[in-house]
């Protein structure tokens, strides 16, 4: 067998419609995916005009990238930097705290290489409290980042991260306990 790209369908996927889709793009390019400096509280609330759920404090810088808004779960005080990709093809779960630093990626969606229509596989994404997602670092589909671990520079986490835990790598791997002192 070979891979048939020409036998792959989408159409059991349906995020939305496609003027929902269509108006979401327009706007996150205007005032989410930008360079101009828009204050967060109104980022804010453009998302949850477009049914995300957010939480207070969040910061959000410029150039950020959100697929669908109406996947997406924020808690309070949640900081995402420059040029983050949240490509969420289903849901993204943020919970409070969190940061997640420039130019990371939350990739919900992959394809079936075992299949020869390479097929659209999806899994949920959910960073718990406290979690810190480093510069250039990928979570991958179906990842869990349990309480307060942390995913170090460009790395790529490919299965659940234990909490309290550092990782590092491609793939990530245990490097050491995260230690917070007051």
Known sequence: MKTDLSSFSNNDYQPGSVLKRLTWYLVNRIFINTSILFPSSFKSSV?????????KGLVIKPK???KYPWFLEIGDHVWIGEE?????????KIESNVCISQGAMLLTGNHNYKKSSFDLITGQITLEDGVWIGAKSVVCP???CHSHSV???????THDLEAYTIYQGNPAKAVRKREIIY
């Open 142 to 144: 179906g990842v869990t």
């Open 151 to 157: 995913l170090a520079v460009g790395s790529i986490a």
């Open 84 to 92: 983050v990709w949240i490509d969420n093809l289903t849901q993204v």
């Open 47 to 55: 998302l949850r005009i477009f049914g995300a759920k957010v939480g």
């Open 64 to 66: 950020v990238n959100i």
